[in-house]
Nanobody, 123 residues
Framework: QVQLVESGGGLVQAGGSLRLSCAAS????????MGWFRQAPGKEREFVAT????????YYADSVKGRFTISRDNAKNTVDLQMNSLKPEDTAVYYC????????????????WGQGTQVTVSS
């Protein structure tokens, strides 16, 4: 069982930066691939970024590539999402998720989810 708690969301102007963090409980965090997803009002949940259990593999949605960076610290049981050059279209609730096995952009294969943190980017 893994419990995930996101933090770091807020209101920022376009062009600004935010850093989201996801804290995980459990002693086997390092065996889980992690992902960040987001959901805007009236839209489907969409993939943002994912990272392998070791941190050696990452993959990003085209819409955030070059602007967002996912990282993890297995000693601290955390996974972060550094978001730069934010755009109004990045506004959404951001969720972190965990799964056993390889990293994936498919939200359906993730086993555990946090409660989400709101990110609002004003124009």
């Amino acid at each position: 069982q893994v419990q995930l708690v996101e933090s770091g969301g807020g209101l920022v102007q376009a062009g600004g930066s935010l850093r989201l963090s996801c804290a995980a409980s459990g002693r086997t965090f390092s065996s889980y691939a992690m992902g960040w997803f987001r959901q805007a009002p009236g839209k489907e949940r969409e993939f943002v970024a994912t990272i392998s259990w070791s941190g050696g593999g990452t993959y990003y949605a085209d819409s955030v590539k070059g602007r967002f960076t996912i990282s993890r610290d297995n000693a601290k049981n955390t996974v972060d999402l550094q978001m730069n050059s934010l755009k109004p279209e990045d506004t959404a609730v951001y969720y972190c998720a965990a799964r056993k096995g390889g990293y994936s952009s498919d939200y359906a294969v993730y086993d555990y989810w946090g409660q989400g943190t709101q990110v609002t980017v004003s124009s």
